[in-house]
């Protein structure tokens, strides 16, 4: 990616991968103003065209809500991240959700954590927007987000 080479040289930048594929927005963009108001962290959000969820970077999985629409990893950096499937959809409770992972669970960048039916939760009125937040943003002022461009897993949507 060129971003890789725009920042050669010096302390390698630390980077969140897209989990998802679909188009990247800004957390501005999501209709629930504890991700547009950036409450749990900074962030991007992404538009799903697939139902899959992939980790987003190495590190373990620290949690699985019970309702399978949001999980925590904490990478191998550091970084706390929240991975929120759709808006309101803990209200489903995790009917068209399947977790292939569990807390404790250690990842690979790309390997599959969640797969979730786009249409049937669309149909049951749900946005699938999926906000991916850095929780400890303060820990990482250099932060930068990269958003207004469709992403597919492993393209890089977030510079620690």
């Known amino acids: 990616m060129f971003l890789k080479g725009l ?9 969140i991968l897209a989990p998802a594929e ?3 927005v800004p957390m501005s963009e999501v209709n629930d103003p504890t991700f547009s108001q950036e ?11 697939v139902g899959k969820i992939y980790a987003p970077a190495d590190g373990e999985v620290t949690m699985v809500f019970e309702t399978k629409h ?7 950096d550091g970084a706390e991240l929240i991975i929120h499937i759709g808006l309101d959809t803990v209200n489903l409770q995790g009917k068209y959700f399947n977790a292939h992972v569990a807390a404790g669970d250690k990842v690979k960048a790309g390997d599959l954590l969640m797969e979730f039916d786009i249409d049937k939760i669309k149909e049951a009125g749900y946005d699938v927007i999926t906000p991916v937040i850095v929780c400890n943003t303060p820990d990482y002022p250099n932060m930068v987000c990269h958003t207004g461009m469709d992403v597919k897993p492993g393209d890089v949507v977030i510079s620690l």
């Open 22 to 24: 679909g188009k990247c």
């Open 7 to 15: 920042f050669g040289g010096g302390k390698a930048k630390k980077e």
């Open 39 to 49: 409450i749990l962290g900074k962030g991007v959000a992404i538009i799903p065209a």
């Open 70 to 76: 949001a999980l925590s990893v904490k990478t191998n």
